[in-house]
C-alpha cells in the first residue's frame, strides 16, 4: 500500500494565480481532509469529506474549494493565490473503527509570492 | 480559544533527561491520539487511548488518559536526540451535526533534545 500521497511536494505561484493540490489513498478509507500548517505550529483543517460526494468546511475553507467524485481522490483547489496560503498543506485519510487515526501524507509546500 | 491545550510549548533538553508533554481540555474526548511530526514529513500516529485512566507504554515512551477523558500526558524517559520533534496530540469529540470524524488538533510541543 503507498498510503496517502499528495503531488506536488514544492509549488510556487504568483498572487492571483489558480492550483489543485492532488491527494489520493489506496486503504478504501471513507474520511479524508486537508489540512494546512504554519511554520511551528500545529495543524488547521481547510475541508473535510465523509465519502465520496460530501464534503464540509474546517476551521480555514476561505480561498478553497474540494470535491470528493471517488473514494481514493480527494484534491484542494486553490482559487486567486494570496500570499496568506504560503504554508504547507497536508492531506489525510482516517477510518471509523480505529477511532479516526489519521494517516498523512508527505505534505505540499507552497509559496506564493 | 483552543479546545486542546498543550504545554508546553517549546522544550530542549539535553539526552538522557525525563519529560513530560500535557494535553489539556474542559471538553470531554471519545478518544485521544499523540502524533510525532519530523521536518519536511507528515504526522505520524503514535498511540491513541480511548478509555479514562488508561495507560500505554511504547518503548522509552508512556501515554497516560485522564480519568474523565479531558487530558492526556505523554512521558518520554531517557529522552534522545532521535526523540527531537514536533508532538501534537488530537481528539475526537462529537458534538453533533458534522463534527462526527473531525479532530482537534493541539498547538503542538516541539522538542529539541541535544547530544
Known amino acids: 500500500n503507498a498510503g496517502v500521497t499528495q503531488t506536488p511536494k514544492f509549488r510556487i505561484l504568483k498572487i492571483g494565480q489558480s492550483m489543485t493540490l492532488q491527494c489520493a489513498q489506496d486503504?478504501?478509507?471513507?474520511?479524508m481532509y486537508w489540512y494546512r500548517q504554519d511554520p511551528g505550529m500545529g495543524l488547521k483543517l481547510i475541508y473535510y469529506?465523509?465519502?465520496?460526494?460530501?464534503?464540509d468546511k474546517g476551521e480555514v475553507p476561505n480561498g478553497y474549494n474540494v470535491s470528493r467524485s471517488t473514494t481514493e481522490d480527494f484534491p484542494l483547489r486553490l482559487e486567486l493565490a494570496a500570499p496568506s496560503q504560503t504554508s504547507v498543506y497536508f492531506c489525510?485519510?482516517?477510518?471509523?473503527?480505529?477511532?479516526?487515526?489519521?494517516?498523512f501524507g508527505p505534505g505540499t509546500r507552497l509559496t506564493v509570492t | 480559544t483552543q479546545l486542546l491545550e498543550q504545554s508546553p510549548q517549546f522544550l530542549s533538553i539535553q539526552e538522557g533527561e525525563n519529560l513530560t508533554v500535557y494535553c489539556n481540555s474542559s471538553?470531554?474526548?471519545?478518544?485521544l491520539q499523540w502524533y510525532r511530526q519530523e521536518p519536511g514529513e507528515g504526522p505520524v500516529l503514535l498511540v491513541t487511548?480511548?478509555?479514562?485512566?488508561e495507560v500505554k507504554k511504547l518503548k522509552r515512551l508512556t501515554f497516560q488518559f485522564g480519568d474523565a477523558r479531558k487530558d492526556s500526558s505523554l512521558h518520554i524517559t531517557a529522552a534522545q536526540p532521535g526523540d527531537t520533534g514536533l508532538y501534537l496530540c488530537?481528539?475526537?469529540?462529537?458534538?453533533?451535526?458534522?463534527?462526527?470524524?473531525?479532530?482537534?488538533f493541539g498547538q503542538g510541543t516541539i522538542l529539541t533534545v541535544h547530544p
Open positions: 487511548v480511548v478509555t479514562g485512566g
Open positions: 489525510a485519510s482516517s477510518y471509523e473503527p480505529t477511532g479516526f487515526e489519521q494517516y
Open positions: 486503504m478504501n478509507h471513507n474520511y
Open positions: 488530537a481528539g475526537h469529540r462529537w458534538a453533533g451535526g458534522t463534527s462526527y470524524g473531525k479532530l482537534t
Open positions: 471538553s470531554v474526548f471519545s478518544s
Open positions: 469529506s465523509v465519502g465520496a460526494g460530501i464534503t
